[in-house]
């Protein structure tokens, strides 16, 4: 079974420009989390979607936001992009939401802010 | 306010040995405890869970306790081999919203010479 891929792996942007970021989950997974993952602040939770609707959402201002398709791919969008959201960005998927879960991570997309 | 603490300083141990990393919280009720292993540049990897109500569990050479009085938990990897070298991150979940969400620690990075 294939793992949880990210796309692009690595990414450079300047500020003021957005992002966005593709994950595909494993197959028969429902539930992808997003989290930001920086040496300062260690990995924080960033938003969780389940059938395409947002779970939950972590303490990020509004310029990061994601979306689910139906499926189970996601996306997560950043605009106007600051110095501080340089980092790793990974995604984890799961089989379905809350819970005793085991979460899947994928590799991660190293987003460099310039 | 809520804390999850991990031993920021690398542990270096002998190959062989047991290695003991641990994971201290405050002003968290979790439901369960997860341990992750991340390597360079790689998103993390699920080791162990464990619930609030379970003591101890263990896995292969891996074995995870839960004190909810002491609100610490520790991670023992018995034999230890240069293979174990990683960062070793705590992850607590506390219902929020309807879901769990995790919330990891900063990590600690063991280091097994041979």
């Known amino acids: 079974k294939a793992g949880v891929t990210q796309t692009p792996r690595y990414l450079i942007k300047t500020r003021g420009q957005q992002v966005t970021l593709s994950c595909s989950p494993i197959s028969g997974h429902r539930s992808v989390s997003w989290y930001q993952q920086t040496p300062g602040q260690g990995l924080q939770f960033l938003f969780e979607?389940?059938?395409?609707?947002?779970?939950n959402k972590g303490n990020f201002p509004g310029r990061f936001s994601g979306r689910q398709f139906s499926n189970s791919r996601s996306e997560m969008n950043v605009s106007t992009l600051e110095l501080g959201d340089s980092a790793l960005y990974l995604c984890?998927?799961?089989?379905?939401?809350?819970?005793?879960?085991?979460?899947?991570f994928g590799p991660g997309t190293r987003l460099t802010v310039l | 306010s809520q804390k999850i603490e991990q031993n920021s300083e690398a542990l270096n141990i002998q190959e062989g040995k047991t290695a003991t990393l641990t994971c201290n919280y405050t002003n968290y009720s979790p439901a369960y405890l997860q341990w992750y292993r991340q390597d360079p540049g790689r998103g993390p990897v699920f080791l162990l869970l464990?619930?609030?109500?379970?003591k101890e569990k263990r896995k292969e050479r891996l074995k995870v306790t839960f004190d909810t009085t002491l609100k610490q938990s520790l991670f023992h990897i018995t034999a230890s081999q240069p293979a174990d070298s990683a960062t070793y991150l705590c992850?607590?979940?506390?219902?929020?919203?309807?879901?769990?969400?995790?919330?990891f620690g900063r990590g600690t990075s063991l280091i097994v010479h041979p």
């Open positions: 979607y389940f059938s395409e609707t947002q779970r």
């Open positions: 464990i619930r609030e109500n379970e």
């Open positions: 984890a998927s799961s089989l379905t939401s809350g819970g005793y879960n085991e979460q899947f």
């Open positions: 992850a607590l979940a506390a219902l929020s919203g309807g879901s769990y969400i995790p919330t």
